[in-house]
């Protein structure tokens, strides 16, 4: 596949047209680095947002994997932020303001809201995927679903050999 199509008018038809697509490149690829490295190319390119990138469990904190965006910290306690929230509770961060986040990391000032997902292997976290945007409440429920959605072809397809490297 050389380029994603994108026809859909709405946020949550955009998800579905893409599901389908993310799962063929991962289906013919099995590398992990490349799989993840397509993936938030393929969201950055989807929905323009202003960050969109990984960062995986490696050395008991979070480290800066592949992502879209700018310049971006390369490690993360699991004690910090709203990525260190979604490992420590193991549950999608849906923030709608970061500046009332007790504890988010300011990797950028431009960031105002986002959505950090973890991405599990055999019942632990193994990486989150953490999306931002410069604008306020600019995510909503349909975005937790879709990206849990997208997360669950990672959990399927990536997250093991990234666990098994
Ligand atoms: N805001 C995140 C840190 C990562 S970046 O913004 C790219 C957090 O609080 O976990």
């Known amino acids: 596949m050389e380029s994603i199509t994108l026809t859909a008018a709405t946020k949550a038809e955009k998800y579905q047209e893409l599901l389908p697509q993310i799962e063929a490149l991962f289906q013919v690829e099995s590398l992990w680095l490349p799989n993840l490295a397509n993936c938030v190319a393929v969201l950055k390119e989807a929905f323009q947002w202003y960050w969109v990138g990984f960062y995986l469990v490696q050395d008991e904190q979070l480290v800066l994997g592949p992502f879209q965006g700018p310049l971006a910290c390369t490690r993360i306690p699991f004690s910090k932020g709203v990525c260190g929230a ?60 879709g990206l849990e959605q997208i997360m669950a072809l990672v959990e399927k397809y990536v997250a093991p050999s990234y666990i098994n490297r």
């Open 86 to 145: 979604a490992y420590t509770t193991q549950q999608t961060q849906l923030v709608p303001d970061v500046n009332q986040f007790p504890g988010h990391i300011a990797c950028s000032a431009s960031s105002q809201s986002e959505v950090v997902v973890p991405v599990f292997y055999q019942g632990k976290v193994a990486m989150v995927l953490d999306v931002d945007s410069e604008h306020l409440a600019h995510y909503d429920a349909e975005d937790v679903v």
